[in-house]
């Protein structure tokens, strides 16, 4: 856990601001939800939405606790994060989703692991793609015989 | 007792050549499907029943003792070295046994993780053998009431033991709790926080989330913080093997979390999850040396591990006295048996005492195998983490997809899995613990079932709460858990010893 | 692997040797089990697969899972995915019928072909042995004097379990909304809170109770077929004992929309040849269940005629609108 660090200028922590308010957000949502379950039917002692009422109170709570904490913390120096080699990682992940119904699998799967080593700074990006697929398809292989278990198939696994 | 003339029939069946070989297969396979999150020992027993039906029946059941104690190792192994855990009973190892095998203490934690799986799963075989009827009487006899308190138990303790920020706890710990909501209620059939999407009709699956917060999200926070982070993680530092005082720091944690997953594994609502919460709470308090929780504490390990197979051993003793499935193993076990016209239930030990006996002594094989043969391997595990980051990175977001994809190849889990691996991401760079979101996911539904049941039972009076005396004693350990710290310095005026951070 | 090598030189064998009397046999066929690996619908499709395969009536046969809700993603899917399309088979069952009304699926069963009923499973009544309910008039009786009173241990809320509960009080009169029902997750854990006397009653499929009930822990007080059982002769159907409620929790097979009515009737003559097979049948003995098959128009119309009823009684428990 990060030191806070208080300086002499009274300024807030920007992040704890940002949280406390996503907290309050997820509150409300969690809240309208548990409001809306309320009108919908009650013949039992403890309906839906008791559960999700007090779990929202909380939250709200927590939301105004983050404020206060953020507030008396002052800001925190958090060293920069890289965004350039995470956007890899995500671009990785989320083109899995976007392959995945069209080239199946071990494409799908293939570029993901290419991403990951690009993101962590192993290229080139082609040879790591050419790699990944074709060991992902070996698992298609073991899973498909071996266990009788179907991944989402494209053109490659169409071959066998 | 003739119980151990049975039993030692049983194991001259299970010690065959051939029988011996399924044990093989099926801790061979059970480690392979226990490593892949989401793929568990219960899905691969469905799959193979087909096949197994042309062996005979005691080699099919060996087969499939040798599947669910391997998964557990698997899970483990996954956990450890990977902080991906297999299944949701392994997800307590991998916050100290990851820690563990960063700081090149992978191999004692490996080690620790197998052999306190092989004394808890011995231990409660034992025990599965010789007490089973009046454990499974005392099993039956906790109505939802006690459930309730018995959860309220694991979140009072729970909370006290991660994090040292009550805000930050709570915080996490509602996340899970908001999550846990998500998907059909139970109860009233109604849906909540599902905003009419089908796919979250079901919920939150605790290992696509634990699978996202910890691996996904490690993996982001690792690859931006870029150079910041580039020491090279050391497979091995110092022994590969545990040392003296490892082996000094592990015993006791192997015995308690025996004596904590063996009869809560062995309650049809008890689970294989809460033992290893518990476990791990009671641990850190015990610890002598609690700062060391979160950066890899040995007991951190050992107990949970232990806790997780007595509990695996402690549900087989509904199934096989009363024939009550009470996990999806479990429950697949009983398809096995019926498979072979066997009627599980309350006749089974004394319709069928061979099987039963020739069941119990394959765990004890397959237990005995799986230490014999993961010990030797640990040395060449850890050398999985001297794999350059890249591929092992990209390694294990192919591990953590495929097993979501595997158990449910739908794009909402994908993308279930991305969303929460965002999550895992902003919680570690603002200082949040990860775990009390997983506990939270778990424990929530758990409890809010338990109330409503034992409420809605009592057609709405609450003093049912407090009427049973298991209740109340699981109530007095909770103020115990909260309170107890605070009357240990009102007594000898010194603080108590309370864990430190945590991640 | 070893095993499936063989399979696949024994299947390569028969495409070989079955090129003269293809007419019977369909080609590459796609079963979706909308349920995850493991469960009743998976198992379902599992057996098709295998009997399919082994009497030569399909060429090739593969399961895909698409889990969730309660089987309505995997006829979303099929439904908007397969239209027309005379390789692909969808399992499905009674608790797909509830679940399209309570989860408010956008598609329903009248949008697919339905081919055949497979398989069936009845509900069943237990208390625990020391129960001061001895029949199903007793429990009546109870329910009756105050409704509150009787707690029912059974499956998720809007199951077939809960709709049998519904269905029971509506018969006798009763208000269905005033059944105590208390969800459980899994047979297991409901088993356990009849057995330890949590629960007033238990409802569930018969073959969950079977093995207490034989041990004596159990007392059955009533079953929901239309006639006595032979798994378990001595225990009363409900309309024996006066409670006209008759209900099966069936698997059924159906074939995509849009299919031309020759495919259909292909399709429906293949699962016919299979359910006649030894193959099938062995396999049913093997799993415990119970033959229902039913197919053509009577199968329609059976369907046609459970959602009506589940449609009214989940309207009555406050589940649909």
């Known amino acids: 856990m990060s030191d806070p660090t208080p300086t002499s200028a009274r300024r807030p922590d920007k992040a704890g601001f940002v949280i406390a308010f996503g907290l309050a957000a997820l509150a409300l949502v969690v809240g309208w939800d548990a409001w809306r379950l309320a009108s919908v039917n009650a013949h039992s002692a403890v309906g839906p939405a008791a559960f999700p009422t007090i779990i929202a109170a909380g939250l709200a709570a927590l939301a105004v606790a983050t404020a206060v904490e953020a507030l008396r913390a002052g800001p925190v120096d958090r060293p920069r994060d890289e965004m350039g080699p995470m956007a890899w990682v995500l671009a990785g992940l989320v083109g899995q989703i976007a392959l995945l119904p069209f080239l199946g699998f071990s494409i799908a799967t293939g570029w993901l692991f290419a991403a990951t080593a690009k993101g962590f700074g192993r290229g080139p990006v082609w040879a790591h793609f050419l790699a990944g697929t074709v060991m992902c398809f070996i698992i298609y292989v073991i899973f498909a015989k071996g266990l009788q278990l179907s991944l989402p198939a494209g053109p490659i696994e169409r071959l066998i | 007792m003739d119980t151990f003339a049975a039993l030692s029939q049983g194991l001259m069946v299970a010690l065959q050549p051939i029988n011996l070989l399924f044990a093989f297969v099926g801790v061979m396979l059970g480690t392979a499907v226990g490593v892949l999150p989401g793929i568990g020992p219960a899905l691969t027993v469905a799959l193979l029943l087909p096949i ?97 308190a018995l959860m309220v138990l694991a979140f009072t303790t729970v909370s006290a033991a991660f994090g040292s920020s009550v805000t930050r706890g709570l915080t996490s710990l509602f996340i899970g709790l908001s999550l846990g909501l998500i998907g059909i209620d139970l109860q009233s059939g109604q849906a909540r926080l599902s905003f009419g999407i089908p796919d979250l009709l079901d919920g939150v699956e605790v290992t696509t989330l634990a699978v996202a917060l910890f691996a996904i999200g490690e993996t982001l926070s690792v690859v931006a913080a870029g150079s910041r982070a580039d020491e090279i993680i050391e497979p091995v530092k110092g022994s590969v093997f545990m040392n003296r005082e490892d082996w000094k720091r592990s015993w006791k944690p192997w015995l308690r979390g025996t004596v904590l997953g063996f009869p809560i594994g062995a309650m049809p609502a008890g689970g294989a999850e809460i033992p290893t919460f518990l476990s791990y709470a009671l641990e850190k308090r015990l610890c002598r040396k609690p700062d060391e929780f979160g950066n890899g504490a040995i007991e951190g390990v050992a107990g949970p591990e232990a806790a997780n197979n007595a509990a695996a051993a402690g549900v087989l003793v509904p199934l096989l006295t009363l024939g009550l499935p009470t996990s999806a193993t479990a429950a697949i076990m009983l398809a096995g048996f019926q498979q072979y016209g066997l009627n599980p239930g309350p006749l089974l030990f004394v319709s069928n005492p061979d099987l039963v006996w020739g069941l119990i002594a394959s765990l004890f094989i397959a237990n005995g195998m799986l230490l014999i043969l993961n010990l030797p391997l640990v040395g060449l595990w850890v050398r999985l983490l001297a794999i350059p980051r890249p591929w092992l990175y990209g390694g294990i977001l192919v591990f953590a997809t495929l097993g979501t994809l595997g158990a449910n190849p739908s794009l909402v889990e994908l993308g279930m899995l991305l969303i929460f691996g965002l999550l895992g991401y902003v919680l570690r760079r603002y200082d949040y613990p990860i775990a009390p979101v997983v506990v939270g996911l778990i424990l929530g539904p758990l409890a809010e079932q338990q109330l409503r049941r034992a409420l809605a039972i009592s057609v709405g009076d609450p003093t049912v709460l407090f009427q049973s005396p298991i209740a109340l004693a699981l109530y007095a350990l909770s103020a115990l858990a909260l309170f107890g710290p605070l009357l240990f310095f009102l007594i000898t005026g010194r603080k108590a010893p309370v864990g430190g951070d945590e991640d | 692997m070893n095993h499936m090598l063989r399979g696949a030189l024994l299947a390569a064998a028969f495409t070989a040797a079955s090129l003269g009397t293809a007419s019977a046999q369909v080609g590459d066929l796609k079963i979706i089990a909308p349920a995850a690996p493991g469960g009743g619908w998976d198992q379902t499709a599992r057996a098709m697969q295998q009997v399919l395969q082994s009497e030569k009536l399909a060429a090739n046969a593969q399961v895909m899972n698409v889990p969730g809700a309660g089987g309505t993603i995997g006829l979303a899917q099929f439904v908007n995915g397969s239209k027309g399309d005379p390789n692909v088979l969808l399992v499905g069952g009674y608790v797909m019928v509830g679940a399209i009304i309570t989860n408010k699926s956008p598609v329903n069963l009248s949008m697919v072909t339905p081919i055949a009923r497979l398989t069936g499973e009845y509900e069943a009544i237990a208390v625990p042995a020391n129960s001061p309910l001895k029949s199903m008039a007793d429990l009546v009786a109870a329910l009756k004097a105050d409704p509150q009173k009787v707690s029912w241990a059974g499956g998720s809320a809007g199951g077939t379990d809960h709709i049998t509960a519904g269905l029971i009080a509506k018969a006798i009169g009763v208000d269905p909304t005033k059944v105590n029902y208390i969800a459980f997750s899994g047979g297991g854990e409901s088993l356990a809170s009849i057995l330890g006397g949590k629960v007033t009653v238990g409802i569930s499929s018969l073959s969950e109770f079977d093995a207490q009930a034989k041990a004596g822990k159990l007392r059955l007080l009533g079953v929901s077929s239309a006639e006595r059982l032979p798994e378990a002769k001595d225990v009363p159907t409900f309309k024996e004992s006066g409670v006209d409620v008759e209900i099966q929790n069936w698997r059924s097979v159906s074939a995509a929309p849009g299919i031309t009515e020759e495919q259909k009737k292909q399709l429906t003559e293949t699962i016919g040849k299979m359910v006649q097979s030894k193959a099938w049948k062995d396999l049913l003995a093997q799993k415990g269940w119970v033959d229902t098959y039913l197919s053509g128009p009577a199968f329609a119309e059976q369907l046609a005629k459970d959602v009506t009823a589940t449609q009214s009684v989940l309207k009555d428990i406050g589940l649909a609108n």
Do not use: C, Q, W
């Open chain 2, 52 to 148: 197994t039906f042309k062996l005979d029946p005691a080699g099919s059941l060996i087969m499939f003792a040798g599947i669910y104690y391997g998964g557990m190792y698997g899970g483990s192994t996954a956990s450890i070295l990977l902080n991906t855990p297999g299944e949701s009973s392994s997800i307590v190892t991998a916050l100290e046994g990851n820690k563990m095998a960063r700081a090149g203490r992978g191999g004692p934690a490996l080690a620790t993780a197998a052999i306190g799986s092989f004394v808890a799963g011995t231990i409660a075989t034992i025990g599965l053998a010789l007490v089973a009827p009046t454990v499974v009487d005392i099993a039956i006899s906790f109505g939802p009431e006690d459930y309730f």
